[in-house]
C-alpha cells in the first residue's frame, strides 16, 4: 500500500476528485494537481496518476479551471446589502450621520433580505467566508441576529456574525458637537441621539446563550461599533462576554482622522492605547480599517497577537486614508483585507480589494521591495483574513485538513488570455467575472456563474419592494440627516485638521 493509499484508507463515505485542475500554489504559477475530498474536508493534494485508481469517487473534470482558495472578507456589513449607493460625497462621520436613514426601520425581514443579498454578491465573487458587523437598532435581539445568520446558511456561505453595538449615540461620541451646534440643530441632535444603553449588554449574554447555529457554518462575534461610541464600562462588559463565549471581537479601530483627534481629547492617548491599557487586545481582537495608527500602536497590537482587517476601498471611498500594511506586518500585526458595507464601499468584490490592497502599498514612499506583492495580497486576503475570524485552522488555504472551499476561475475568460502568471493575473487582472464555479465544504454553492441555494430573480423582485418601502419609511430621518450634514461635516473637517498636521510633520521627519 503506497503512502497515498494508507492517506485515504480510513475515510468513509464516498468522496470527490477535483481533477487536473490549475491549482495555486507556492510558486505562483498554478501546478496541474488532482483534489482529493472526503465530505467537507480536503484529504489530500497528489498529481493526477496519483488519484487514477482510486474507486467509488465522484470525478469533477476541472482541467479547464484555475482554482483558488475561496477568499475571505474581514470585515464587511451585511445589513447594508439594501443600501448600496446610497452616498457619493461622504466622509466617515457625514455617513454615521446618514445611518439613521440609510439603515433605518429594518425589519427582521429587511435583515435577512439585506444580508442574502451581501451573501449572494460575494459568493458570485469568489468569497466564501466573512466578518459580518450586523446592526439590529435599538436593541440587538436573538431574532435579528438569526435572520442576518440565517441569510448565510441559505445561501451557503460561511460567516461570523457580530452584532454591532454601542451605549454612547454618534452626535455624543464627538468632544464639543453637540455645544457647538446651532440651536435648531443642537435640538435636533439631541432627540436622536438616544441608545438603548445597559441594556444592551444583558441582551447581547441571551444571544450567546441560545446561539444555535452549527458553529463550522455561522459563528456569533461581538463589535463593539468604535470604541468612542462606548463607556470603558461597556467596552468591559463586552469583552468580558467574548471572554467567557470564546467570541472574536472586532471594533472600527482608528478609521478616520476625525476619530484619532477625538480619542486624543477623551483618551489623552491613542485609542489602541487605551484599548490595550483595558486589556481589549488579544488574540481574538481585530480592529477594522486601522488607518491612523502609529508605530506604538501597531506593536501593542502585534505583541498582543491582535489583527487589523485592511479596508481599502472603503477607505479611499470615505476619503479617511491609507494604512500602512506593510508597516503592520513589519510590527508584528496579523492583517486581513475586507470590503466594509455595502452602504459605505457599495461593492463587495474581494478582488477589487485585495488588488487595492497590493497597489495602494506602492504610493507610500518606500523602494519596490517593500511594496505588497501578489502572493502579499492573496495571502492577507485568504488566511489573514480567515485569523481575523478566528478560523484560519479549517479555511484559507489548499491543503489537507482544511475544507474544501474553492473557487474555480476559467482559463478560457479573457482575464486568463494568455496565461502567464496565474498569481499575478488573479491579483492583479481579476474582477470576479472569470468565477464559474464555488465550492464551500464540497458543496457547489455557485454553478456555471449562478447560484445555486438562491433565485436571483426573486431576490431582485423582493429587494426592489423593500428598498421602495424603506426609503418611504426614512424620508423624515433623511432630511433631518441632510439638514444636519453641512455642520458637521465642517466640525469634523476642523477637528481632523489637527491630526493631519501632525501626521505630515511625522512623515516629513522620516528620513
Known amino acids: 500500500m503506497t503512502g497515498f493509499d494508507a492517506m485515504i484508507a480510513g475515510v468513509r463515505g464516498r468522496r470527490r476528485v477535483i481533477g487536473g485542475g490549475l491549482v495555486l500554489d507556492e510558486t505562483g504559477e498554478g501546478a496541474r494537481l488532482d483534489i482529493v475530498v472526503a465530505g467537507d474536508t480536503i484529504e489530500a493534494i497528489v498529481p493526477p496518476s496519483a488519484s487514477a485508481d482510486i474507486g467509488d469517487v465522484e470525478r469533477i473534470d476541472a482541467s479547464g479551471f484555475a482554482i483558488i482558495p475561496g477568499l475571505v ?293 518606500r523602494a519596490p521591495q517593500d511594496w505588497l506583492g501578489a502572493k502579499d495580497a492573496i495571502r492577507l486576503a485568504t488566511e489573514g483574513s480567515a485569523r481575523v475570524l478566528g478560523t484560519h485552522d479549517s479555511i484559507g488555504r489548499i491543503a489537507p485538513g482544511f475544507k474544501a472551499d474553492l473557487v474555480f476561475l476559467d482559463l478560457g475568460h479573457i482575464n486568463y488570455t494568455p496565461l502567464n502568471r496565474l498569481i499575478n493575473q488573479v491579483v492583479h487582472v481579476e474582477d470576479g467575472n472569470a468565477v464559474t464555479h464555488v465550492m464551500v465544504g464540497s458543496e457547489m454553492v455557485v454553478k456555471d456563474r449562478q447560484l445555486v441555494k438562491v433565485n436571483m430573480a426573486v431576490l431582485g423582485r423582493q429587494a426592489a419592494v423593500a428598498a421602495e418601502r424603506l426609503r418611504e419609511a426614512n424620508a423624515a430621518a433623511r432630511a433631518a440627516a441632510e439638514r444636519l450634514a453641512p455642520f458637521i461635516g465642517r466640525f469634523c473637517h476642523s477637528l481632523a485638521c489637527g491630526c493631519r498636521t501632525k501626521v505630515r510633520r511625522q512623515l516629513e521627519n522620516v528620513p
Not at 439585506?114 to 446592526?135: I, N
Not at 470590503?339 to 468584490?349: E, I, K, L, R, V
Request: charged share 20%; net charge negative.
Open 73 to 365: 472578507n474581514a470585515h464587511t456589513h451585511g445589513h447594508g446589502g439594501l443600501s448600496k449607493g446610497s452616498g457619493d460625497r461622504w466622509t466617515l462621520e457625514l455617513f454615521l450621520n446618514a445611518g439613521g436613514w440609510v439603515g433605518g426601520n429594518r425589519s427582521d425581514e429587511d435583515r435577512h433580505l439585506a444580508t442574502l443579498l451581501a451573501a449572494c454578491e460575494m459568493l458570485l465573487k469568489g468569497c466564501t467566508a466573512c466578518f459580518d458587523l450586523s446592526l439590529a437598532v435599538p436593541l440587538p435581539t436573538y431574532g435579528a441576529m438569526a435572520a442576518a445568520s440565517q441569510a448565510y446558511f441559505d445561501a451557503g456561505m460561511r460567516a461570523v456574525v457580530a452584532p454591532m453595538i454601542g451605549d454612547i449615540h454618534f452626535y455624543r461620541a464627538l468632544p464639543g458637537l453637540i455645544e457647538a451646534a446651532p440651536d435648531g440643530l443642537r435640538q435636533d441632535m439631541e432627540r436622536a441621539a438616544v441608545t438603548a444603553g445597559a441594556s444592551i449588554l444583558p441582551a447581547l449574554a441571551v444571544i450567546a446563550k441560545e446561539w444555535s447555529f452549527p458553529a463550522d457554518r455561522v459563528r456569533l462575534g461581538i463589535a463593539p461599533t468604535i470604541p468612542l461610541h462606548s463607556t470603558d464600562e461597556f467596552l468591559l462588559g463586552c469583552d468580558a462576554i467574548a471572554r467567557d463565549r470564546g467570541l472574536a471581537l472586532q471594533t472600527h479601530l482608528a478609521e478616520s482622522p476625525v476619530q484619532a483627534a477625538a480619542a486624543q481629547r477623551r483618551y489623552t492617548r491613542s485609542v489602541t492605547a487605551h484599548l490595550a491599557a483595558l486589556g481589549l487586545i488579544n488574540e481574538r481582537f481585530s480592529g477594522a480599517h486601522g488607518v491612523w495608527l502609529d508605530e506604538d500602536d501597531m506593536r501593542l497590537i502585534g505583541d498582543r497577537g491582535g489583527s487589523i482587517a485592511h479596508n481599502p476601498g472603503s477607505n479611499l471611498r470615505l476619503g479617511s486614508g491609507i494604512a500602512d500594511v506593510r508597516a503592520l506586518l513589519h510590527n508584528g500585526v496579523n492583517v486581513g483585507v475586507g470590503t466594509d458595507g455595502a452602504a459605505s464601499a457599495d461593492g463587495q468584490n474581494m478582488f477589487e480589494a485585495m488588488r487595492l490592497a497590493c497597489n495602494l502599498s506602492r504610493i507610500q514612499g
